[in-house]
């Protein structure tokens, strides 16, 4: 059974980086509008069901970091109808600058005492499209975990942090100020190979589950119109 300690870090690994910032875009793009991060992320799909361990976000303190850097979290964990528990963390910055930007988990766990032993470039594949994702394992002394994830920027899905500077650099040419969020699923134990496999399964589901409509909050709206297609087929 997992405890509410096992996947805190995760879901507070919200911190960003600052520099001076030399563009000044024009145009703000918001893919959430109205909606609740809350609401549009599935409570139940495929094989998995949520179940209620407690927060497992800590509370947004007005003015800290994370309150500047997201505007809205979710944390939450998952187990299938095969035993296996999958903790997932959605953090959404309606705000992408060079001074408010997701903070990638390749950085922000070694921040709280872990070592990064696996990092490994991979891709969802959803037929008419594929989601480029980073697996990372990550070690610490009184446990494993192994985290895959994804980070939309704009209509980008940075792998790297240099590609997020990058992509966010083309957004600003481009006049726009974009929103962003980072999707992360991890599970705990020493097999690798099973893990990864494990939590893209979980993410592949995941985003095969959500209603078309909010599809570009999670993607972007050019590779959401892909993955709607194949949501519409498999119904």
């Known amino acids: ?26 145009r703000r793009v918001e893919l959430m509008g109205s909606a609740k991060l809350e609401d549009i992320t599935p409570q139940k799909f495929g094989s998995w069901q949520e179940i209620h361990v407690g927060d497992v976000i800590q509370p947004r303190t007005e003015g800290s970091l994370a309150a500047e850097l ?8 998952y187990v299938n109808t095969a035993g296996n528990y999958v903790m997932l963390a959605v953090a959404y910055g309606d705000t992408q ?19 990064i032993s696996e990092s490994k470039i991979g891709s969802i594949d959803l037929g008419a499209a594929r989601v480029s994702t980073r697996s990372l394992m990550a070690k610490a002394a ?41 999707v992360r699923a991890s599970s705990l134990g020493d097999d690798w190979s099973a893990s990864v496999a494990l939590n893209r399964q979980f993410l592949k589901e995941l985003i095969l589950a959500i209603d078309p409509k909010y599809l570009p909050v999670f993607l972007g709206t050019r590779l959401a119109a892909l993955v709607s297609g194949t949501q519409t087929a498999s119904r």
């Open 1 to 26: 059974m997992i405890h509410r300690r096992d996947f805190i870090l995760g879901a507070i690994c919200v911190a960003g980086s600052a520099g001076a910032q030399a563009l000044r875009p024009r």
């Open 70 to 77: 997201y505007s809205q979290m979710v944390g939450r964990v």
């Open 97 to 115: 600058s060079d001074v408010l930007q997701l903070h990638r988990p390749e950085t922000c766990y070694p921040a709280f005492g872990f070592a």
């Open 142 to 182: 009184d446990r494993i975990e192994n985290i895959t994830y994804f980070t939309r920027l704009g209509e980008y899905l940075p792998t790297t942090q240099v590609e997020q500077r990058e992509d966010k650099l083309r957004t600003a040419f481009a006049g726009i100020i974009p929103d962003g969020i980072l």
